[in-house]
């Protein structure tokens, strides 16, 4: 998200950091499993992918099919095209540990089509009015998009995702690796916008609560 997934990064928001431990920001940072806790929590070493719709497909008249849109991702000429709308999984909406694991890498998905095209009416749909961070995104890939501008890169990766679990309760906690890769900036005439960001590789805390689906109430980096 452009500085959401910038998101990430330099907005280096500060919520939701919930009482961890110094271990357990020198553990995150670095992608690995913190020490000991009294709540179940899982590692997880390999994303699994989103899932994204190819779109409609036309067909001629004659009823055969014409391809769908190739995806064209932006560089420094313009915008990108026909970018996949990421699906949820239907694990995603599911109240388990592994259901908010998908939930969460379904978010930062969606986070990522977000700052491709400037459209953030699903991403708003997924987390809490009271979500501070949350909104911040939001306006940032809208920003980043407004009066013809984009950004080329900015893509996020999430390695892994630790969760803390219990199933007495509602809301839950999860540590995530997020891993943004470097962004350059451009005005809709083609000049270089903003100062170019670079790579990232930062810990994130994303707490999240199920009602009838889940939603992201706060998040925020770890330092």
């Known amino acids: 998200m452009s500085r959401l997934f910038a998101f990430s990064s330099?907005?280096?928001v500060q919520g939701a950091v919930f009482g961890l431990t110094a271990a357990l920001l020198l553990t995150g940072c670095q992608g690995g499993q913190p020490g000991g806790s009294p709540s179940e929590s899982s590692t997880t070493a390999s994303p699994t992918s989103a899932v994204f719709s190819p779109g409609p497909s036309?067909?001629?008249?004659?009823?055969?099919?014409?391809?769908?849109?190739?995806?064209k991702p932006a560089d420094a000429k313009g915008k990108a095209e026909n970018v996949p709308v990421p699906v949820m999984p239907e694990l995603a909406k599911e109240n388990s540990k592994a259901g908010l694991e998908a939930f969460i890498r379904y978010w930062y998905a969606v986070g990522n089509y977000a700052d491709?095209?400037?459209d953030i009416s699903n991403l708003r749909t997924l987390s809490t009015p009271e979500c501070q961070a949350c909104t911040y995104f939001q306006k940032a890939s809208t920003d980043?998009?407004?009066n013809g501008r984009w950004l080329v890169g900015g893509k996020v990766r999430?390695?892994?995702?630790?969760?803390v679990w219990d199933d007495t309760e509602n809301t839950h906690q999860a540590q995530v690796q997020v891993i943004q890769d470097a962004i350059n900036y451009y005005n809709a005439?083609?000049?270089?916008?903003?100062?170019?960001?670079a790579e990232t590789n930062d810990a994130f805390v994303v707490v999240a609560t199920f009602q009838t689906s889940w939603k992201v109430v706060d998040t925020g980096v770890i330092r």
């Open 10 to 12: 330099r907005a280096r």
């Open 189 to 197: 005439d083609g000049t270089e916008g903003r100062q170019a960001d």
């Open 116 to 118: 491709e095209t400037g």
């Open 158 to 163: 999430i390695p892994t995702i630790e969760i």
């Open 144 to 146: 980043s998009n407004k």
């Open 58 to 71: 036309a067909t001629e008249s004659s009823g055969s099919a014409v391809p769908a849109a190739v995806y």
